[in-house]
Every structure is written in structure tokens, then in C-alpha cells.
């Protein structure tokens, strides 16, 4: 490769179709990285022929190697992976970032694996310290915060969905596009993947999400909270305890071991506001919280915290806002 | 670990399931001045997303002829959840220990388990759950399929067993796949892949009288080297841990429900951007 310094890298995301945005964020980050030690950028997109690359180009990036095939459509990590560290070994980045999603999160191990060298997951944060990239993530419960160094490279990382801003447009410096080649085309014979439907439940893109706990008394309550939901513009969440109750299914849990939700709003009904449940939402920019227990931990968290009954408030908070 | 030369003599299928022994996370209480996790406030457990595991493995034996090895890494007192692994229908269980193991990362940790799947053999599938709770990285299940270069089935919902091989359900991307494995390969396991099982009492009374073989450094010495392994062979290294503030919001706290407490919360809704169905 031509450039004098090795790259930070960026794996772009898609889903078959377009681009994820946690690409764009990565790369916000990656900039800011890359001046500070004066490291160009680079993304690498492998995409099945149908994904529009052109807004790539225009996110700041040096280059963008990229490479279409037909048989980059189906989620398979290990043809990625082999592909991925073919052009990894020529490029050789001092740092590569992928997103912390579910394909990130299986296709990066399986990528580290085979360039041997060290891999974080699920960072919040990334910094430079004497050229080494510090990378920040939440451990035990969020409880604390570590901070990791690799002693291999290229240090790699995961990093988490919605933690940067997208790297700022700017169609005047249009990224160097260089098309690569597939090498192999076919992955592990032994696996066949076919899709079978969109996803019905995503609360991690939901605006507003209004959550049930152990303050519901039982699962036809939901219907209370949806009211609320719907009221809002927003869907339903539940704590761990309305979930193992069966209440609602687990693809609406927030928290520890559920979804972590970043919401515009997010409304705490009858959550008491354990540790576990707060690692799922205390980044949500607005929180109210309706809780009969005024010493209830969720509070201390919330912008408006309303004490009381919530088979009372809510619907007096329905018939406000619709009013 | 004899057992296993036994397995070979007769066409059953073979499953490893990756065990990990965790601090109870629902339980275990953290000293924010020390900034370490109280490990005396909770008991260990097994990792629950490597319930799920076993519990497929188990699942498995039941339609077809198949032993199920439970594999573990920890401490020696972590034979506890190999021992608890049988009680819940593993046929044995192998215990990875050696101070040489302590301070793992991720990819210290998969080279390990490798090695010890390299010693015990042939297998037809390995399972593990899709991450620990206390670790929380996701990664070791991949990472052991990449260096054993077989294939992998991540975040497994749900899974069948048919004449082609394994079919599983997967969420990824956006969307829902059916992903089918034909050969050899790994699996990790979500907690809605299953409901797994209590020990029962037969099982429990097997599992006490089990030996639980604990095979160290030097039993692996084919296929691992000293400097591959344990706080050496990591290649990230923590260097520093900070507690994060605790999180406070100065937010207000309505002590009852009254007409200003509810014209003060829509109106923040409504500065906030947060219109659609909210009547100004």
C-alpha cells in the first residue's frame, strides 16, 4: 500500500441492504484518533453488489477498500473473517474498530482469532495515550470502568452502538474509493444460512420506551403501559422481574442481561431501579420514573420522578398528554 | 479422560460444552472504594448462558446416541460446577487448572480450551453459551471455533436436530436466520434457546461420586505452550480500572400526582422534541 502510515481500519456494518449507522459513528471516533497521531482512516466494506457504498465516501475517511460479491449477502462470519484478514495482512492498521452488534460481535473474534492478536469488547470509549489505543468498557454490572491496552497489533476493538456522534459530511473531500477482490467465495460448506423474516421487536430503536416492574400485578397491566406507549409514540420495555414472570417477552427487557436502550424519553413504571435494570437505561436523555416507594434507587436517576400508585398516574398522565 | 477412547469405539456423537464458573451476578454486591467485586458477598454459579448450553447438549442425548463432556477452566474448587454440570446430564466432566491458567484474557483462555479439545480427540459439535455474565466480551465461543477452524452458529434461539444436521434460529443483522449446520462446528446459545433443567436426584448422587480428572500445564504440553497461556500469553492487559460516579440526575420528585406536577411533565415532553401524540 502506498500510504506511509498504517491505518486506523473501520469494518463497515450493513445488513445486506445499506449501511448501519454505527459505521458513520465509528468512523466520528476514528477520525478524531486518527489526527491526533496523524494515521490515516480506512474503511473496509465487504458488501453483496445491491449496497449503495456512496455515503461512505463522504464521512472523512482516507480510502475505503471495499469488495461486492454475491456471497457477502448472507450473514457468515468465517467467509468475512477470511476475506476481512487477507486484506488486513497488506494494510496492516495499527487499530481496527467494528461495531458491537450481534454480527460484530460473533464476526470480531472469529477475526482476531485469525490475525492473532488481542480483542476488547463492547467499548464506550476510545483514547490515544503515547500510541497506544486505550480502550474503555464497562465491566462487572457497569460497576467500573476498565481501561484495556493491547500488546499485539493491530489492537482491536468492538465498540457499542449510539456511544459516538457520526462523522460530520463532507461531500468536498470525497473519500479514495479502491475496489478488492474476493479471494474466497464460498465459506464453511458445512453451513447454510437463509433468511427467514425482518424483526418484530427492536426496542433499542425506539424514541420513547415506557417500561413495567415488579409494580405491575399482572401481565393484562401491559395494556395500561401501553396506552402510555402509545400516547408517546413509543414501545413497551420490562425489568428482568416482569420478564421471568412472563409478563412480556424477553425481547423487551432492559437491562443487564436484556437490551440496552438509549431512548429520547424513557418512562420507569414500578421499577424499583435495581443496578442491573439501570445499566440497560440511565442513558436515556429524559427519564420518568412513577414509583409508590419514594426511597426507591430509581429515582435518584430520573428528571421527574412522580410518587405514587402508577394504575393511578398513568392514566391521568395519558389523558394530559392527549389532551 | 479415559472415556474418551471409549467414545471412539462406538459411532455416537460427541458435544463439548464450555463451562465457566461466575460470580452470582444478580447477588454479588461491588466495593466502589476498592474498586474489585466483593466475591464474598455472592456464591459462585455456573454461567446461565452455559445452562442453555448444556441443556441443548442434554436435549440431544435424548433423541440420539450422544455423550455430553462438560469442559471447565477455573480454580480447582470450580470442579463444584463440573459436578453440578453432570447432576443436570453431563456424562463427565474435565477440569482445566493450573496457576499457569490464572489472569486469561479471551484469547489466552480459547488457546487453552483448544488445546484441551485437541487432547481429548474427536468431537462432532462444541456448545457454549453466547457469553459470560461476568466477563460479559462474547468472544471465547468464536474464538476457539476460529482457531480450531471449524464453523460457528452465534446467539442461537432456538435449535433443532434433523437428518441434515443441526438447524438453528439466529437474530442477526436485521433479521431473522435460519442458519444449518451440516459437519462439525460450534454453537453458542442465547438464554431463549431453552428452559434448562434442575439436577435431579439420581444424577446429583452420580455427579458426587464423579471424579472430576483435572488436567494442568503439563498435561497439555502438545498443544500449548507456557508463554501462550494465562496473564503472559494475554495480549490485552487491564491498566487501570476507574469507578464511575455514581449517577445522579438533579432531577424533581413529585410526591403526589396533582394538575402541576402533570402540566410540568408535558411540558418537558414537549421541549424535549417529543410531539407525536402529545396535544400541545
Known amino acids: 500500500m502506498t500510504q506511509q502510515n498504517n491505518p486506523i481500519l473501520i469494518v463497515a456494518e450493513h445488513n445486506g441492504q445499506s449501511i448501519h449507522p454505527i459505521t458513520y459513528e465509528l468512523m466520528g471516533k476514528a477520525k478524531e484518533l486518527a489526527k491526533q497521531q496523524n494515521l490515516p482512516l480506512a474503511v473496509l466494506a465487504l458488501v453483496s453488489p445491491t449496497v449503495d457504498l456512496q455515503e461512505l465516501r463522504f464521512r472523512g475517511a482516507n480510502s475505503i477498500f471495499y469488495i461486492r460479491h454475491d456471497c457477502f449477502a448472507s450473514p457468515d462470519e468465517s467467509l468475512y473473517a477470511q476475506n476481512m484478514s487477507n486484506v488486513i495482512r497488506d494494510l496492516e492498521p495499527e487499530v481496527i474498530l467494528i461495531g458491537a452488534t450481534p454480527f460484530g460481535r460473533s464476526l470480531a473474534p472469529r477475526l482476531a482469532a485469525i490475525l492473532e492478536t488481542g480483542l476488547t469488547a463492547d467499548c464506550t470509549d476510545l483514547k490515544m495515550e503515547e500510541g497506544h489505543l486505550v480502550q474503555i468498557r464497562p465491566a462487572f454490572s457497569e460497576n467500573i470502568l476498565a481501561h484495556i491496552q493491547t500488546e499485539t497489533k493491530p489492537q482491536m476493538a468492538t465498540v457499542r452502538y449510539k456511544e459516538f456522534a457520526e462523522a460530520e459530511r463532507n461531500e468536498k473531500e470525497p473519500s479514495e474509493m479502491i475496489e478488492l477482490q474476493t479471494l474466497e467465495t464460498v465459506g464453511h460448506q458445512a453451513i447454510k444460512t437463509e433468511r427467514i423474516s425482518d424483526f418484530i421487536v427492536d426496542i433499542t430503536e425506539a424514541p420513547v420506551v415506557v417500561s413495567g416492574g415488579r409494580g405491575l400485578k399482572k401481565a393484562e397491566d401491559f395494556k395500561l403501559l401501553q396506552a402510555l406507549a402509545d400516547a408517546l409514540g413509543g414501545m413497551l420495555g420490562g425489568s428482568r422481574a416482569v420478564v421471568e414472570e412472563g409478563f412480556i417477552s424477553k425481547d423487551h427487557q432492559v437491562g443487564y442481561s436484556g437490551h440496552r436502550v438509549k431512548p429520547v424519553l424513557y418512562v420507569a413504571c414500578g421499577i424499583s431501579g435495581a443496578p442491573q435494570h439501570l445499566a440497560g437505561m440511565k442513558e436515556a436523555e429524559m427519564i420518568i420514573a412513577i414509583n409508590s416507594d419514594p426511597s426507591a434507587p430509581i429515582f435518584q436517576i430520573a428528571d421527574y420522578g412522580i410518587v405514587g400508585d402508577l394504575y393511578e398516574v398513568i392514566p391521568k398522565l395519558i389523558s394530559e398528554i392527549s389532551r | ?280
Not at chain 2, 132 to 142: A, E, I, P
Not at chain 2, 150 to 155: G, H, V
Not at chain 2, 252 to 268: H, S, T
Open chain 2, 1 to 280: 479422560m479415559f472415556s474418551i477412547i471409549l467414545h471412539k469405539e462406538v459411532l455416537i456423537l460427541r458435544i463439548i460444552v464450555l463451562i465457566k464458573e461466575v460470580p452470582d451476578m444478580e447477588k454479588v454486591r461491588f466495593d466502589s472504594e476498592k474498586g474489585v467485586v466483593d466475591r464474598k458477598s455472592a456464591g459462585t454459579e455456573v454461567n446461565p448462558f452455559d445452562l442453555n448450553a448444556l441443556e441443548a447438549a442434554v436435549q440431544m442425548k435424548e433423541i440420539a446416541d450422544a455423550s455430553v463432556t462438560a469442559l471447565c477452566m477455573g480454580p480447582p474448587q470450580a470442579e463444584k460446577s463440573l459436578k453440578e454440570a453432570i447432576a443436570r446430564g453431563a456424562d463427565e466432566g474435565i477440569l482445566l487448572s493450573d496457576a499457569a491458567f490464572g489472569g486469561s484474557d479471551t484469547w489466552a483462555t480459547s488457546i487453552t480450551l483448544v488445546a484441551a479439545i485437541k487432547k481429548m480427540g474427536d468431537y462432532d459439535y462444541i456448545f457454549a453459551g453466547e457469553k459470560t455474565v461476568d466477563g460479559d466480551t462474547g468472544q471465547v465461543g468464536s474464538e476457539v471455533a476460529s482457531m480450531l477452524k471449524i464453523p460457528q452458529i452465534c446467539f442461537v434461539e432456538s435449535l433443532e436436530m434433523n437428518k441434515e444436521g443441526l438447524t438453528a434460529m439466529v437474530a442477526v443483522w436485521d433479521g431473522i436466520y435460519r442458519k444449518t449446520l451440516t459437519g462439525k462446528g460450534m454453537l453458542t446459545f442465547t438464554k431463549a434457546a431453552n428452559t434448562p433443567r434442575l439436577p435431579g436426584i439420581r444424577e446429583k448422587m452420580k455427579a458426587r461420586k464423579m471424579e472430576i480428572p483435572v488436567w494442568d500445564l503439563r498435561f497439555l504440553s502438545e498443544y500449548l505452550n507456557e508463554t501462550d497461556t494465562g496473564f503472559k500469553g494475554s495480549p490485552t492487559k487491564v491498566k487501570k480500572v476507574v469507578v464511575p460516579p455514581v449517577l445522579h440526575r438533579k432531577g424533581k420528585i413529585f410526591r403526589e400526582i396533582n394538575d402541576a406536577c402533570l402540566r410540568e411533565v408535558k411540558g418537558a415532553l414537549i421541549a424535549r422534541g417529543i410531539t407525536e401524540g402529545v396535544k400541545k
